[in-house]
Antibody, heavy 124, light 110 residues
Framework: QLQLQESGPGLVKPSETLSLTCSVS??????????WSWIRQPPGKGLEWIGY???????NYNPSLKSRVTISVDTSKNHFSLNLSSVTAADTALYYC????????????????WGQGTLVTVSS | QTVVTQEPSFSVSPGGTVTLTCGLT?????????PSWYQQTPGQAPHTLIY???IRSSGVPNRFSGSILGNKAALTITGAQAGDESDYYC??????????FGGGTKLTVL
């Protein structure tokens, strides 16, 4: 059974870099049928897609965050990571990792499994 | 920048039917956007309801259905129950490798 677990510091200072990891069990980050995303939710607000990665090295980011975001993968540890630089209070949010999966012949471009999320607060 | 629109809030009576919509500020939503829908109750991670416009995720009751209505994607809940009171989010795939969430609809069942 697939499990996604976000981890990282719960408190980050303004102007510093937020770093989170999503540990995957029950699937492989190298699976050609799976793709992996980061999504966030500020307190009391809606969901925002941050970026995604696919095993082949395809990575893409929300244009509004692109200048500050890096997503990377460590296949040896079966996890993928999020770095968000120059954070401000506006980056305070619950951060989710999520998986999307394709069939053998087509892809439906949605998120079928989510982690429980980790709260990151930006404050001095 | 593409903005996905949803009703901020909606109310339905127990046993009633409600249709939530997902549109674009510019253009029409079609199946080419692979609309998907997620339910989120307070304190919980989102749960996948519908993908590829109208395919129910595993275990989702058939009270939930997805469609394209006019120029929007739609989520219809029939026979609403108290447990359906949640936030509902749609997501559109703009491709390649770009998704956009709607602002979410807070559904009240009363």
């Amino acid at each position: 059974q697939l499990q996604l677990q976000e981890s990282g510091p719960g408190l980050v200072k303004p102007s510093e870099t937020l770093s989170l990891t999503c540990s995957v069990s029950g699937d492989s980050v190298s699976n050609v049928l799976s793709y992996w995303s980061w999504i966030r939710q500020p307190p009391g607000k809606g969901l925002e897609w941050i970026g995604y990665m696919y095993h082949s090295g395809n990575i893409n980011y929300n244009p509004s965050l692109k200048s500050r975001v890096t997503i990377s993968v460590d296949t040896s540890k079966n996890h993928f990571s999020l770095n968000l630089s120059s954070v401000t209070a506006a980056d305070t949010a619950l951060y989710y990792c999520a998986r999307g999966t394709c069939g053998s012949t087509n892809c439906f471009f949605y998120f079928d499994q989510w982690g429980q999320g980790t709260l990151v607060t930006v404050s001095s | 920048q593409t903005v996905v629109t949803q009703e901020p809030s909606f109310s339905v009576s127990p046993g009633g039917t409600v249709t939530l919509t997902c549109g674009l500020t510019s253009g029409s939503v079609s199946t080419n956007y692979y609309p998907s829908w997620y339910q989120q109750t307070p304190g919980q991670a989102p749960h996948t309801l519908i993908y590829n416009t109208n395919i129910r995720s595993s275990g989702v009751p058939n009270r939930f259905s997805g469609s394209i209505l006019g120029n929007k994607a739609a989520l219809t809940i029939t026979g609403a129950q108290a447990g359906d009171e949640s936030d509902y989010y749609c997501v559109l795939y703009l491709g390649p490798g770009i998704w956009v969430f709607g602002g979410g609809t807070k559904l009240t069942v009363l």
